[in-house]
């Protein structure tokens, strides 16, 4: 156990890369004491809490085609394209049920960061358990104009990363020194500014919330700040960052399993090559 946070980034089904990661720390016996998830980075990271390795690998290349798990005909009905009740619901085959008792028991603290529609800033809850975990992680990981907008003690709310993408800020001010990050995105990946298109749709949809509007428009500038920073950070060695060495080419909602198989096969390997590394930085003064 590391006096250290892990922070993981979202991405939909790019997560395959964290899972891979994640999987390999698993393998190596290395935990974190603050783990802290944005939407698809909040699902690896609970099953990261729960110990099972493969778990989230398993689920998205065996289940991919499952509409019970993912569909896209669910966005009809403005439910989660990512059916969260069906993923940590009980289930027999070859489904791998949540172990909440080991997530429920684990000695690291794990924290969900979701957008608060109301107040239009990030909003981070610690260590969810049972209804109130699965709600927390439906607003992490709820995109706009797709999914419904999800209800947790905070209010509704939505994708943690509209707010705060790569939450290293949050570590640092919780005090740790030493932080990792796991991003789904090479490092030299930068976001195009928010369309004229997309703009108005928030306007629109949004039209009560205005610091909520702006927030999201503003997202592409805020993820590429926070990039920027995590590049300087790196070279100072002030945080480690284990990143895709080559541009993902998984689509959010992939079909290609083959692409899932390969993506996670990549996370595995690049993370036994970093371990030693990140082992030094966390272990030097």
Known sequence: MYKAALVLEGGALRGQYTAGVLDTFLTHDVHFELVVGVSAGALCGTNYLSEQIGRTNAINTKHRTDKNYISVGRALHHQDIINLDYLFGEHGGDWENFDDRTYRTSRSEFVVVATSIELGHAVYFRHPQGRDMV????????????????????????????????????????????????????????????????????????AAHPTFVQTAIARPEMYNRQAAALEQLEKANQVFVIAPEQPVTVGRLEHDVDKLKALYQTGTTEAASALPAMRDYLEQD
Do not use: W
């Open 135 to 206: 709600a927390d992680l439906k607003a992490s990981a709820a995109m706009p104009f797709i999914s419904a907008e999800a209800y947790t003690s905070a209010g509704p709310c939505l994708d943690g990363g509209i707010a705060d993408s790569i939450p290293f800020e949050y570590a640092q001010h919780r005090g740790y020194d030493k932080v990792v990050v796991i991003r789904t995105r090479e490092r030299a990946y930068r976001k195009s500014p928010t369309s004229q298109v997309l703009r108005r749709a928030y306007q629109r949809a949004f």
